[in-house]
């Protein structure tokens, strides 16, 4: 089996299956397709696959012409119709991992696309996790249900996991040269799976012992950033009561040429990953008996950042006489970081719904999302901003910091404003600005 894949590999005569078509899974079907591997999406919304049919992209990291000319030379499809992976040799599973209301693992998606691929799966195919989850997920969840199937792994299939790497509105690094780790179940399947991805990626392919050391290792990227997010969150706190601007602080340690990486302060944490692996990693201890107390305190700090900010923004409209109970708030950027349009699991929107809570009326400009839905509401921004607009707010509060925004004409219009990203940084009149 394994010398027949890496013929067909070399042949280019795989075809590529890839489960789920949001931020991480569209993205590699079009690498798949470019590298000439025939590629077929699968996602439960139709209209996801309409627009992939029709060549029409939705996710920024894709670029327009690509994706058309894919479909346009049948290179890549979609569909809904679980059915087609009888067809395909390689199925990537690119699915949300979300939390559920208990700040709880939610491998809900996962383990439905897995049913379905087990209904249809085929001797000779490769099978790899690509979603974030607990160190355990591939071996003791994916593996049992695909054998339901009746095929066994390591001798009619092959099983792995490889962690996701994709940072939205990354100018440097996409999907095509983002290094990739791959641990898989036994040393062929790890060899066939790396096989692959060497096939279509330029990044290097970094080969562990396991699934479980892969998802780990992706559990470790995001902690790692998690925690040191939360230690300057917790140190911007503590700046401010003692007057010391963090952000001066971190660019002067930020010359140390070793041993130093600069994290900055914000809101709070968004995006799929962050504010979100701690938790699987301390759900999947306490099986262990044992508790994340570091990682924890760090996710508690950041938790705790957008109702520090609206407290922040209290304080500072009070010393306009001014009480956050009925004023007028603009917030610059809903989505969850700088010039991108993604807004899940954002603290922006944390944000404005405490300020609502409090009795503020806000509005938000986002040059990037005009609305966004939440909870089932659609909420729908300013479609510009400028001196007028600006001026008739009594705080406008940056909570992300897109670079097309025209800060300096912000802060000449804005009664004050109150910068969590220090977005303003070179805005050169600061009489008005607060900064975190």
């Not at 327009?64 to 890549?76: F, Q, Y």
């Not at 010391?244 to 002067?252: F, T």
């Not at 509060?397 to 009664?415: E, G, I, K, L």
Request: hydrophobic share 40%; aromatic share 8%.
């Amino acid at each position: 089996m394994k010398n027949n894949i890496l013929k067909k590999i070399d042949e280019k005569s795989i075809v590529v299956g890839v489960v789920g078509l949001g931020y991480v899974g569209l993205p590699l079907a079009v690498e798949k397709a470019k590298a000439g591997f025939k590629t077929i999406g699968f996602d439960v919304q139709s209209e996801k696959v309409e627009l992939v049919n029709q060549g029409h992209n939705y996710i920024g990291d894709v670029v327009d012409n690509d994706l058309k000319e894919l479909v346009d030379s049948n290179m890549l499809s979609a569909t809904t119709d679980f059915s087609f992976v009888k067809d395909v040799d390689f199925i990537a599973i690119c699915v949300p991992t979300p939390l559920d209301d208990h700040q709880q693992p939610d491998i809900s998606y996962v383990k439905n696309s897995t049913i379905e691929i087990a209904k249809y799966l085929t001797k000779g195919t490769m099978v790899v996790l690509e979603s974030t989850t607990y160190p355990g997920t591939t071996e003791e969840l994916i593996k049992p249900l695909l054998e339901e199937s009746g095929l066994k792994c390591g001798e009619d299939f092959y099983l792995g996991f490889s962690p996701e790497r994709v940072d939205p509105g990354n100018k440097q690094f996409k999907t095509k040269n983002t290094p990739k780790v791959v641990g898989a179940i036994g040393e062929d399947a790890t060899e066939v799976i790396a096989t692959m991805y060497r096939a279509v990626l330029e990044g290097d392919v970094h080969e562990v012992s396991s699934p479980a050391v892969a998802e780990m290792e992706k559990i470790l990227e995001n902690t790692y950033r998690n925690i040191n997010i939360g230690l300057v969150n917790e140190l911007a706190v503590l700046c401010d009561k003692m007057n010391i601007s963090l952000w001066e602080v971190i660019d002067a340690a930020k010359t140390k040429p070793y041993g130093f990486q600069a994290f900055y302060p914000g809101p709070g944490l968004g995006g799929h990953c962050i504010p979100l692996d701690p938790y699987y990693l301390s759900w999947k201890a306490r099986e262990f008996g044992f508790h994340t107390s570091m990682i924890e305190a760090s996710m508690m700090i950041n938790d705790k950042m957008p109702e520090y900010c609206v407290e922040r923004a209290s304080k500072i409209l009070n010393r306009y006489k001014k009480s956050l109970n009925g004023s007028k708030i603009l917030l610059l950027g809903v989505a969850y970081k700088a010039d991108i349009d993604d807004y899940r699991e954002s603290p922006a929107i944390n944000v404005m719904d405490i300020l609502k809570e409090s009795g503020a009326d806000v509005d938000f400009y986002d040059p990037h999302i005009k609305k966004f839905k939440e909870h089932g509401r659609e909420h729908v921004g300013l479609d510009f901003i400028d001196e007028k607009v600006v001026s008739e707010y009594d705080l406008v509060m940056v909570t992300t910091d897109h670079s097309s925004v025209d800060y300096d004409m912000v802060q000449r219009n804005a009664t004050v404003v109150f910068d969590t990203k220090n977005a303003m940084k070179n805005v050169e009149s600061r009489e008005n600005i607060e900064v975190l």
